[in-house]
């Protein structure tokens, strides 16, 4: 009879080890508390239009990595997935003028010094960094645990340019990054992005990897490819259990047994997987007493392991309007809690035509959200949180037409959203999308997904090493199932 697995959580993490549970040869049965799988992979539809919450850009879409296998496998990509063509990652204006990371790395170059020729040695250092961080790529095949001499060496051929940017960016911010440049629109275009505590290298490493070609936006997005993976696990003979929350996981003299539904049905099983957010998973799902020490320092110390969301807004516009693709600009502040923002962005999805009616297109803004605005958004009653929410809502509209004028009367309102939905929807920990943001001052946090006194056990999802994201949770279910594997002492080449 073969083994049956049940995983707790449908998101990405919990598809990936479903499928590859099943190409194992196992039973696998997923028990999801929303009625649709997907998590934070996800878009919805208002007015006409698509939302697409998640991608923006995609680790994996190069064939010859090792991750673009893992999202084969998983039915999300194949040789013929159409991707969107943006050729920038994004831009940022500052006093009248624009700067521009566009993927054509020569193209970024030459405008960034025609732009600030003073910094011209600190623009030509960037860029050839750039270019060495392409050679980075998440290892895909198996757990770095489970690597053998020659895994390694073949890692470090590949990746060979990487210990340069790591020399160079390693222990820097970007608030670090910004500092080296002259020009202030520069220095806005290296913390725009990404919260400014972030290690200077991830960010580096983010825009190589979109310059070389592994980070694009299957078309659809979000949406449509967790629905192509949700396939996927189906026809492999997948069991999927929508709108059925978990209460418990049950134990039994140090060994996982199975799990207890909130409706009170128990649902035994040779191993489980949970996929949810670790949060959650401790205290909830099973006692606070099992959670790996690098979590429970990761959580003591939110300072040295921040985490992002954000606060926002999807408009409905005309497709023929001036935005193109990602634009951050600075506006008169706009307050939540007791923070003050004086830049936001606005990302024009005109680049994928199913989001929206012909003529249209839809607009979507984002503020970052840190803890400290988590526990601000947190502290509002329901009628408080509603008009915050409001008042916002009429705030950023104001600055993104005081930014651009031909908006004025063509912003459809079609939602917001803030972090306690991703709370309220994910179980996600503080609303974030992502995994602790590594800083200069932490440690990443990486964990094998197993725990001390517990049998049967694994954890999968993008908690499982950070800074998280979409490769992360997908490799997770597949190093969840290896590890399995390993126990059995059956081959892990999956
Ligand atoms: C706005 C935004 C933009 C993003 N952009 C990108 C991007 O461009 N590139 C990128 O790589 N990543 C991006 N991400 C991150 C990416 O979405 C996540 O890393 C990934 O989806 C996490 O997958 P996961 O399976 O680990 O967790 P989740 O998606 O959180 O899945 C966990 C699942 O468990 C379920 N669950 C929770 N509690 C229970 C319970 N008690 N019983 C049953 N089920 C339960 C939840 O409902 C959820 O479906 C973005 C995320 C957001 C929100």
Redesign the pocket.
């Known amino acids: 009879m073969k083994k049956k697995i049940v995983i ?8 990936s080890a479903g499928i590859y549970a099943l190409k194992a040869g196992y039973e696998a049965a997923i ?4 009625p649709v ?6 878009g919805w539809n208002r007015k006409g239009c698509h939302i697409d ?7 994996g879409t190069d064939s010859s990595t090792s991750v673009w296998q893992v999202w084969n496998t998983m039915g999300a990509l194949d040789k013929d997935t159409p991707y969107a063509a943006t050729d920038k990652f994004y831009s940022s204006r500052l006093n009248g003028q624009e700067a521009t990371l566009w993927k054509d790395l020569d193209r970024t170059e030459r405008e960034l010094i025609a732009l600030s020729p003073e910094d011209e040695a600190e623009i030509k250092k960037f860029i050839q960094h750039v270019r060495y961080a392409e050679s980075c790529t998440i290892p895909g095949e198996k757990p770095m645990d489970m690597m053998k001499i020659g895994d390694y060496i073949k890692m470090g051929k590949s990746m060979a340019n990487m210990p340069k940017v790591m020399k160079e960016y390693g222990k820097t911010d970007l608030r670090g990054l910004a500092e080296r440049f002259h020009s202030p629109l520069l220095k806005k275009l290296m913390t725009d992005y990404l919260p400014a505590e972030y290690t200077a290298y991830s960010f580096l490493v983010s825009y190589a990897t979109m310059t070389s070609g592994n980070g694009n936006i299957p078309v659809g997005g ?1 949406l449509a490819m967790t629905n192509r993976i949700i396939e996927r696990f189906k026809a492999m003979g997948g069991e999927l259990h929508t709108n ?4 418990r996981i049950i134990t039994e003299n140090g060994t996982a047994r199975g799990i207890e539904l ?1 409706n009170g049905e128990k649902v035994m099983a040779d191993e489980v997987i949970s ?3 670790p949060s ?1 998973l401790f205290g ?2 099973l006692d606070r007493k099992f959670m790996p020490k690098e979590f429970e320092s990761a959580y003591s110390e939110s300072k040295k392991y921040p985490t992002t ?2 606060f ?1 807004i999807a408009f409905k516009t005309d497709d023929d309007i001036s935005v193109e693709d990602t634009v951050f600009f600075g506006c008169e502040p706009v307050a939540i809690g007791s923070r003050r923002f004086d830049r936001i962005y606005v990302k024009n999805y005109g680049y994928d035509k199913t989001f929206a009616p012909e003529g249209k297109a839809v607009l979507q803004t ?1 503020i970052p959200q840190s803890d400290e605005d988590f526990a601000y958004w947190k502290s509002l009653y329901k009628e408080e949180y509603k008009a915050k929410k409001q008042q916002l809502i009429e705030e950023v509209t104001k600055r993104i037409v005081t930014e651009f004028p031909e908006l004025e009367g063509r912003l459809e309102f079609l939602d917001c959203w803030t972090p306690l939905t ?1 709370e309220r ?4 920990y503080h609303g974030a ?3 602790f943001v590594t800083t200069p001052d932490s440690k990443q946090v990486k964990i094998k997904g197993v725990l001390k006194g517990l049998k049967n056990f694994y954890m ?4 499982i090493m950070s800074p ?6 997908a490799i ?1 279910g597949k190093f969840a199932v290896q590890r399995i594997l390993k126990k059995e002492k059956r081959s892990i080449e999956i």
């Open positions: 707790i959580g449908g998101g990405i993490g919990g598809l028990y999801e508390k929303n799988a997907g998590g934070e992979c996800m919450n998640c991608i923006h850009w995609l680790t979000s059925t929350p978990v209460k909130e996929a949810v957010d959650f909830r799902l969301s954000g926002q984002n991703y929807y994910c179980n996600a999308y992502m995994a999968a999802g993008q908690w998280g994201g979409l490769p992360i949770a997770s």
